[in-house]
């Protein structure tokens, strides 16, 4: 007896899929996992498209923002001001103590 072994292969950008189609698969069964296989290879087209559209959108609204005026920027400066007031604090701090260490 001689056995029949039959490898399908969905060959697509960036992966492989292999389907099974066994030998006891009739080949209205075949046809039905090859369209089944197919169908999710469209699904997952419509949706990488989807998220492309999407995509672009956000690069339109940020490339209108690009340039613009940062609408927090005093506060920014205010904060960065905060922040090296602090920062020199903290080292003031550290050098008495170090020098208290050391004496």
Do not use: N
Not at 49 to 54: N, S
Not at 72 to 101: G, H, N, S, V
Request: proline share 1%; aromatic share 6%; hydrophobic share 40%.
């Amino acid at each position: 007896m001689r056995w029949i072994s039959l490898e399908t292969l969905l060959q697509r950008t960036g992966a492989d899929y292999a389907i099974d189609l066994a030998i006891t698969v009739t080949p209205l069964g075949a046809i039905s996992r090859l369209e089944h296989a197919l169908e999710g290879s469209y699904e997952e087209q419509r949706q990488y498209r989807r998220r492309l559209e999407e995509a672009e959108r956000r690069l339109v609204s940020c490339r209108s923002r690009d340039g613009g005026a940062f609408a927090f920027a005093d506060d920014l400066k205010e904060k960065q001001l905060m922040l090296r007031a602090i920062e020199a604090q903290l080292a003031e701090d550290l050098d008495k103590q170090t020098i208290a260490a050391a004496a």
